[in-house]
């Protein structure tokens, strides 16, 4: 089993930046392809950015592509999510996921419990 906890989320403006942080505990030993969706109200689960086990390889949504990036430290067991120049709608639960293929698109077998991110306009 593979734990993911999520921090970082909060509220912040139009245009500001944030960092999310996902700490990955229990079986980590194995390759772990690492994650991050998002879940605005009434909307469905969306792919969010993804990176292959020595990062060498990433995916983003188009939404995202150019203003957030997804890295990890193997080293410390850690994966985050810069998000720069955020807008409104990039309003949230961000997830991360973790999964032991090399699907960054998953499905991901593994998840977080989310933290929330508001941009007001």
């Known amino acids: 089993q593979v734990q993911l906890v999520e921090s970082g989320g909060g509220l912040v403006q139009a245009g500001d930046s944030l960092r999310l942080s996902c700490a990955a505990s229990?079986?980590?030993?194995?390759?772990?392809?690492m994650g991050w969706f998002r879940q605005a109200p009434g909307k469905e689960r969306e792919f969010v950015a993804a990176?292959?086990?020595?990062?060498?390889?990433?995916n983003y949504a188009a939404s995202v592509k150019g203003r957030f990036t997804i890295t990890r430290d193997n080293t410390k067991n850690m994966v985050y999510l810069q998000m720069d120049s955020l807008k409104p709608e990039d309003s949230a639960v961000y997830y991360c996921a973790a999964d032991r293929s090399s699907r960054l698109l998953g499905p991901y077998d593994y998840w977080g419990q989310g933290t929330q991110v508001t941009v007001s306009s």
């Open positions: 229990g079986r980590t030993v194995s390759p772990l392809t």
């Open positions: 990176i292959s086990w020595l990062g060498g390889t990433t």
